[in-house]
């Protein structure tokens, strides 16, 4: 049964502390998104990468937060210096472009920033 | 930029009432897509429109694409409890083909 892994599911960090969210996309899915769902926001584009390349991360905060994808097996989303603002359910999803749209989503990570 | 809007923001029904919820993007889109969010789970993908004024049908769940391509809407007939969640619309840009903006959702509560 294939499926998008994320890792940690949850993460308790003190304001300022570094944190590394993790997720591995379904294997042969090109396309990958990372997402933070708020209360009040929704749920908020923070990145995306085609094929391992950065398409858009005009979502994202540029001074603290980076998106990068290692390999077609990992995706990461950093945080440094996180912020209690930063608190939030983060949410990978991959696609597999050419074939549909359909995105399927990981599990996400809570985050909460003390 | 793109920006997909639903209404309501929330609605309350008791079961056996009827549910709609609707999306309307500033662009149009090449497709629009739904999905269902449980409390504290992930979105999950239930269908997909791509032809302008397309209607498809789940069971009791109804969903249609606009003429323009720039609205869509979920109509669930009969409301049951597992009904619950949120329901988000989300649509790729025809311009950018891949970037997927959701909208902010619908929160449907069902009292039995």
């Known amino acids: 049964d294939a499926r998008v892994t994320q890792t940690p599911r949850d993460k308790v960090t003190e304001m300022g502390q570094e944190v590394t969210m993790r997720c591995q996309p379904i294997l042969g899915h090109n396309t990958v998104f990372w997402y933070r769902q708020t209360m009040m926001q929704g749920l908020e584009l923070l990145a995306y990468?085609?094929?391992?390349?950065?398409?858009?991360d005009s979502g994202m905060p540029k001074d603290r937060f980076s998106a990068e994808m290692p390999d077609a097996t990992l995706a990461t989303l950093k945080i440094q210096p996180s912020e209690p603002r930063d608190s939030a359910v983060y949410f990978c999803?991959?696609?597999?472009?050419?074939?549909?749209?359909?995105?399927?989503f990981g599990q996400g990570t809570r985050l909460t920033v003390v | 930029g793109q920006q997909v809007m639903q209404i309501p923001q929330y609605q309350h029904v008791q079961e056996g009432e009827d549910f709609t919820t609707y999306c309307n993007s500033s662009t149009t889109l090449s497709n629009i897509q739904w999905y269902k969010q449980r409390p504290g789970g992930h979105p999950v993908f239930l269908i997909q429109?791509?032809?302008?004024?397309e209607v498809k049908k789940q069971k009791r769940l109804t969903f249609q694409f606009g003429e323009a391509k720039k609205n869509s809407s979920l109509h669930i007939t009969a409301t049951q409890t597992t009904d619950v969640g949120t329901y988000f619309c989300?649509?790729?840009?025809?311009?950018?083909?891949?970037?997927?903006?959701f909208g902010e959702g619908t929160q449907l509560t069902v009292n039995p």
């Open positions: 989300a649509g790729p840009q025809e311009t950018s083909g891949s970037r997927l903006t």
């Open positions: 990468f085609r094929n391992r390349a950065p398409l858009d």
């Open positions: 429109l791509v032809k302008s004024g």
């Open positions: 999803a991959s696609v597999r472009q050419g074939v549909g749209t359909e995105a399927f």
